[in-house]
Each structure stands twice: as structure tokens, then as C-alpha cells.
């Protein structure tokens, strides 16, 4: 077993497929969803590795048999795609780059759909993923939106306590200075 860590996932490289795990603060909710992403080695028909370069990142991604140039996307969304940085997680992608490279070449490319062997191309689920996903963060907003309507309140009681007892203070001390 061979893998190569980035910065949003680890590449593995497992019997026939090659493993995509996603997880950390820089993966992207959907990514994560899919994860771990199982992508046979005869699905594969090229491994792109886009050096990272400055501030901007790195990728190593998996160019699956029958897609589409414009069905890709941004590495940090893409779910056959794994982020690197400049260092030790761009090295290590390189090198699992030219050892996936190596192992698909000479080997004509299967589409997933086509291979009734293989995990079936994931769209239904990153879709039920992405709106999981939406579907919390409104959660998230509603019971935010309480939280905030509720310190509002709390914070309006105490300033009216606070003033009512600076009223009681001043009608007592005023009343005993006369």
C-alpha cells in the first residue's frame, strides 16, 4: 500500500484502486461526504499534477475514462482531485503522480459506468451530499438566528434590572439625603 498526504486528503493506492480520503479543515463539506472515494486503476485514463506555485495550491488529480473537460472543476471542489502545498504534501503527490502514471500506462481507460465491476460514477451522491449540506447550514442559521434573539432579550432584561436598580439606589440615597 503506497499513499501521499496533501492538504485536504491522502492518496492511496490499494490492491487495483486508488483510494481518496478527504478530511481537515482545508476539505471542501462535499469532498468530505464522498469520502473515502474508491477509483479503480482501469477507470483512470490520466493523472494531471498541477505543481503548486507561490500562494497558490497544488493538485494531483485522477482525469477518470469518459469525462469531460468541462464536467472538471477547482481541485478544492473536485472529488478525484487531492490539494497540495509547496513542501513535503507537493513531493509526495509528485512522486504518487509518476507511480500512477506508470501503472495506467499502456492500459486503455474503462469508464465507471461502463464496468459493471466498479463503484458507479458518484453524482447522485455528491448532489444528496451537497444538499445535506445546505440543509444544515440553514439549520445552523435558524438556530443561530434563536441564539441571537435570545442574548438580544437577555441582554435588554439585565440593562432594564441594571437601570431599576439604579433608580431604587437613587430614590433611596436621595430620599435619606433630604
Excluded: C
Excluded at 59 to 72: C, I, P, S, T, Y
Excluded at 96 to 105: D, K, P, Q, S
Aim: charged content about 20%; overall charge neutral.
Amino acid at each position: 500500500m503506497r499513499s501521499a498526504k496533501g492538504t485536504d486528503g491522502v492518496v492511496e493506492l490499494v490492491g487495483d484502486d486508488v483510494v481518496l480520503t478527504f478530511g481537515g479543515l482545508a476539505a471542501d463539506p462535499v469532498k468530505k461526504a464522498v469520502s473515502p472515494r474508491r477509483v479503480p486503476l482501469r477507470a483512470i485514463s490520466a493523472v494531471e499534477l498541477v505543481e503548486p506555485k507561490g500562494m497558490r495550491t497544488g493538485a494531483l488529480r485522477l482525469v477518470l475514462a469518459g469525462q469531460a473537460d468541462a464536467e472538471r472543476t477547482s481541485p478544492a471542489k473536485d472529488i478525484n482531485a487531492v490539494q497540495s502545498n509547496a513542501g513535503k504534501s507537493s513531493q509526495a503527490l509528485r512522486e504518487m503522480a509518476e507511480h500512477l502514471r506508470t501503472l495506467i500506462a499502456g492500459v486503455e481507460a474503462v469508464p465507471l459506468h461502463e464496468d459493471p465491476s466498479t463503484v458507479p460514477a458518484p453524482a447522485a451522491q455528491v448532489q444528496a451530499a451537497y444538499a445535506d449540506y445546505v440543509a444544515a447550514t440553514q439549520r445552523m442559521d435558524t438556530v443561530a438566528k434563536w441564539e441571537l434573539r435570545f442574548l438580544t432579550g437577555s441582554l435588554v432584561v439585565m440593562a432594564g434590572a441594571i437601570l431599576l436598580v439604579v433608580v431604587v439606589l437613587l430614590l433611596v440615597f436621595g430620599t435619606i439625603a433630604l
